[in-house]
């Protein structure tokens, strides 16, 4: 079932679907899983924000996490990447576990997050943006830096991250200050910096909040692209047209537990999800689309 | 009122040894602040460290001046591992308070009874400067015409200038870095550097012990400067004028915390001599004397006040990265 790349392929979907035949209910074991959580719990006083028993994020495919708000979702990427702490709860990426890590741990394994609300550093250009994304650079221990042992390594760097500008059609702001950029383009500038990292698995906490329509398609696009380039991709969203076309499996978050994970056909006929979730959204335009903190 | 010796005056501050050794601990808090975005309210706590580093080595323990340099480095280190590793995960603020807080505690200590027979208690050290008197080359001062030096300040000037020339070289040189880069990534958005795999924790820290040394090093010259040391040259107010001085300058530029020290002291005494040369013809109406001194601090405070709304990033900043932050 999973990755064999010479699978044969629908044109529209050059991938074999790796979550195929994988039955739809909550805590469901998947045949590759890079990441793998158990009893994720985490409390904030008397409210219980994320309480799940098992997740399993099969690889190189697109998962989706949706759940009205408040559901938990912000706080379940928080914790598993090392940027809150859980109450109780194992997880392991790649089979080896990340419990106690802190963020910068997690994404150095190769777990890279981006932000509900962009982290864009508005101060510095495009490229220094990307630059700093790049991994292991002697330039920034301050030895390195002091005696300028990274100007080979820097040159590198810059080369790989115009490739990736190019891609999200960033290259001519490069020199630019990333804080004149519209609010799309630093969620794609936001994108490609967490691709600089070079991750295996990239989890995007709202990529399309706030982009301006002829932007969201580019941005899916991209999204697609990962996985065919063989990442795994665990997404937050609320568009729910979004969702269905490009999804490869669906995890509904409800008052921070599981209540639903399936393929989108599956998650589009569950009872469960339609009163939870899709029902307000379909009734109600302004809850599918509206803001968190 | 000879408007040629006012000015004479206020140059020679400008470029004496006080502006040199503020120009140095502005350096120091402009890596803290200007770039690492560290609210440091204890700089003069490291000067304090500094200053008794050699005071301490060469008269207590009879060690040659060098090695009280490399005390006063080893002690504002730490004094940085001190401060730092409690504060530097919280937010910027509890930074702010702790910094303050133990700057003014170190000072306790070193003034206490118990520490007397390390650090002379209120009474401070003295003599410990004669090695470095010793060591000047210079046997007469220099007059330029406009302003004129004596020999013990040209040899304090040398050091002075000299470590700000190399402080200067080194932030320049970091500051252009893949380390300066992330220095900068942390000042705006901490959480995204981390984000990135960067261990933000680690940066502070060396941001931390770096501009503390510089500090340190200002602080062992203020010594060697005055031939003294007492705990009570080390008052919080130190660390305001250096915050004056970096914001005058510009916070984050090379070269702000140089300009703005010498700026400052240029401005200090010139009003400073206006004002005595007004006061001894009686030009002052409304107060005189002792009054005087309180009142260039007021001017000086004014024109800041007046910098801080027509020029906000100061004379050498840059105003692209003070206004660019649009949400
Ligand atoms: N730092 C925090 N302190 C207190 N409550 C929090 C905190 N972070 C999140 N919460 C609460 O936890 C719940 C889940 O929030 P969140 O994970 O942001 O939801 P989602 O991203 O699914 O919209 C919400 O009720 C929210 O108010
Ligand atoms: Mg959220």
Redesign the pocket.
């Known amino acids: 079932m999973s990755s064999d790349p010479t699978d044969a392929a629908a044109p529209d979907r050059p991938v074999p679907d790796r979550s195929a035949g994988i039955e739809p209910v909550p805590g469901v074991a998947k045949p590759d899983p890079i990441l793998r959580a158990d009893g994720i719990r985490r409390s904030?006083?008397g409210?219980t924000?994320?309480d799940v028993d098992h997740l399993e994020v099969q690889r190189g495919t697109i998962t989706a996490l949706i759940?009205?708000?408040?559901?938990?979702?912000?706080?379940?990427?928080?914790l598993l990447t090392g940027f809150?702490r859980v109450d109780s709860g194992q997880w392991t990426y790649e089979g080896r576990s990340l419990q106690g890590l802190a963020g910068h741990q997690v994404a150095r394994r190769g777990m890279v997050r981006t932000f509900?609300l962009t982290k864009a550093l508005t101060r510095m250009t495009v490229m220094d943006n990307m630059l700093l994304a790049a991994q292991g650079q002697v330039g920034e221990k301050m030895l390195g830096g002091l005696l300028r042992l990274w100007t080979t390594q820097e040159a590198a760097n810059r080369k790989r991250a115009i490739e990736l500008l190019e891609r999200f059609k960033l290259d001519t702001k490069r020199d630019e200050m990333a804080g004149s950029l519209s609010g799309g383009q630093r969620k794609l500038l936001e994108m490609a910096r967490a691709l600089m990292v070079q991750p295996g698995m990239v989890m995007l906490?709202e990529p399309m909040a706030g982009v301006n329509p002829a932007l969201v398609q580019s941005l899916l696009g991209h999204i697609t692209a990962l996985r065919d380039d063989g990442m795994t991709v665990l997404f937050?969203e609320h568009d729910m047209d979004v969702i269905m076309g490009i999804s490869d499996w669906i995890v509904v978050?409800a008052e921070?537990k599981i209540i639903a994970e399936g393929c989108p056909d599956d998650i589009r006929s569950n009872t469960q999800v339609i009163d939870a979730y899709l029902g307000a959204s379909h009734d109600d335009p302004a809850a599918a689309t509206g803001e968190?903190? | 009122m000879d408007f040629l010796s006012i000015f004479s005056a206020a140059l020679g501050s400008a470029i004496g040894p006080i502006a040199a050794i503020y120009a140095l601990a502005a350096i120091g808090l402009n890596m803290h602040f200007g770039y690492t975005g560290l609210l440091n309210f204890g700089q003069v706590g490291f000067m304090l460290v500094g200053a008794y580093g050699v005071a301490v080595s060469v008269l207590t323990f009879g060690l040659p001046i060098w090695a009280g340099f490399l005390a006063s480095i080893a002690c504002a280190i730490v004094l940085a591992l001190l401060l730092g590793i409690p504060t530097l995960r919280l937010r910027a603020d509890y930074l702010a308070i702790c910094t303050i807080g133990v700057a003014e505690v170190v000072r306790l200590i070193y003034r206490a009874p118990v520490a007397r027979d390390l650090t002379g208690g209120v009474y401070g050290r003295q003599g410990f400067a004669d090695g470095f008197d010793d060591a000047n080359p210079f046997t007469d001062g220099l007059d330029l015409g406009i302003v004129s030096f004596r020999a013990s300040d040209l040899w304090v000037m040398v050091w002075a200038w000299g470590l700000v020339g190399l402080a200067t070289l080194v932030m320049w040189l970091l500051m252009h870095s893949p380390w300066g880069r992330v220095i900068k990534g942390i000042r705006e958005d901490e959480e995204a550097v981390r984000s990135l795999g960067k261990n933000v924790f680690l940066y502070k820290m060396q941001s931390l012990v770096l501009g503390g040394v510089f500090g340190a090093l200002a602080g062992a010259l203020i010594g060697l400067n005055q031939q003294t040391v007492t705990p009570d040259q080390f008052m919080p107010q130190v660390t305001f004028y250096l915050w004056a001085m970096l914001l005058l300058g510009g916070a984050g530029r090379t070269l702000g915390p140089i300009i703005g020290s010498m700026a400052m002291w240029f401005l200090l005494t010139l009003f400073d001599e206006i004002l005595r040369g007004l006061d001894s013809i009686d030009m002052l109406p409304f107060f005189g004397g002792p009054e005087v001194g309180a009142m260039r601090h007021a001017i000086v405070g004014l024109v800041l006040v007046l910098l801080i709304i027509y020029r906000p990033q100061g004379i050498v900043g840059d105003r692209k990265e003070m206004l660019v932050n649009v949400k």
């Open positions: 904030f006083g409210l924000a994320v759940g009205p708000n408040g559901a938990g979702k912000s706080t379940l990427f928080n809150d509900q906490d937050v978050l921070g968190d903190r």
